[in-house]
């Protein structure tokens, strides 16, 4: 009896010792923490939840924020910045929220003049563009009006001293365009449905090819930050999402292509574990990639 006693319990215990890893909660974006900050990746999901991973995607911290959801997540010098939606009496207002690289709250705007059409951050300073055209710039005390109206539809990059960039979109009036201001001056009609974005030197576009209003044909334009020119096109059909990471373009759906700008074929094909990918980043420790059932992805 007492020999069957002792095989139970290494039957109940004998494995305790033995350490489990956890699987990580679902996550919808994945964002490349800079070398300063203790961890190697903040992973977050709509609903609020952030991650503070290693390089190996083990957890070094969570944070549950108290929001309705997360809509974007900016990277500044010296933290992050949040643009979140809450919910107030049955009303969706927008918030900006911005953390350390280790998640204490450094600000709050928890009410913004107005809602934000696009936002751009240029040497750490946040300004955005308001629904109905008027710029404001955010600092931790307040959210001050700078007098400039751009209209509406209105999208500004900021690219130093007094150049910028600002898009309109399409309107019954008049084509997408954008025109550049201060140094250099150029406009050039475009077919994008969201504002253009800066990667490095390169203006990148999202549109429809031409007329054919279906995503088989969707294309990315590259144009000359400097001349205003197109250098090129980029095909993304079946594309969720894209981002910038330095001179590097990275357009993720069906496969993730990494395009080394002004080169409009891709430099590296990869899937994320053999699925559709919702997002990822790459550095020389390899690329995490989330798939479309929400799971992180080293490889």
Known sequence: MKLILMFLTVLLFGCSHVEQSMPLPT???IELLPNSASA??????????LL??????DVQKSKKLDVYAIQQVYLLNDGL???????????????????????????????????????????????F??????????????????????????????????????CHGNNTNKLAHCSRQGSQIWTAEGLWGSPPTLCSN?????????????????????????TGNILGEIAAPNVSFSRCIENQFVTIGDEINIYSLPSTTPSSTQKCAGSTAQDAVID??????ITNTGSIIKQ
């Open 40 to 49: 190697h990746y903040l992973a977050w999901e709509r609903n609020g939840d």
């Open 52 to 57: 503070w991973l290693t390089e190996d995607l």
């Open 27 to 29: 996550v919808s974006n």
């Open 129 to 166: 563009i308001g629904f109905m055209g008027d710029e404001y710039q955010v600092s931790e005390n307040a959210i001050t009006t700078t007098g400039k109206n751009f209209g509406q539809q209105a999208s500004v990059i900021n690219l130093g001293a007094k150049d910028k960039v600002v």
């Open 81 to 127: 910045l949040l643009l979140t939606e809450s919910l107030q009496n049955n009303e969706i207002i927008e918030q900006l929220i911005k953390l350390s690289f280790s998640g204490q709250q450094i600000a709050f705007w928890p009410r913004l003049p107005d809602s934000i059409a696009s936002l751009s951050i240029y040497e750490n300073e946040i300004f």
């Open 284 to 289: 020389n420790t390899g690329m995490a990639c």
């Open 202 to 226: 390169y203006l990148l576009e999202d549109a429809f090819y031409q007329s054919n209003n279906n995503t088989e044909n969707w294309k990315y334009i590259v144009r000359d930050i400097a």
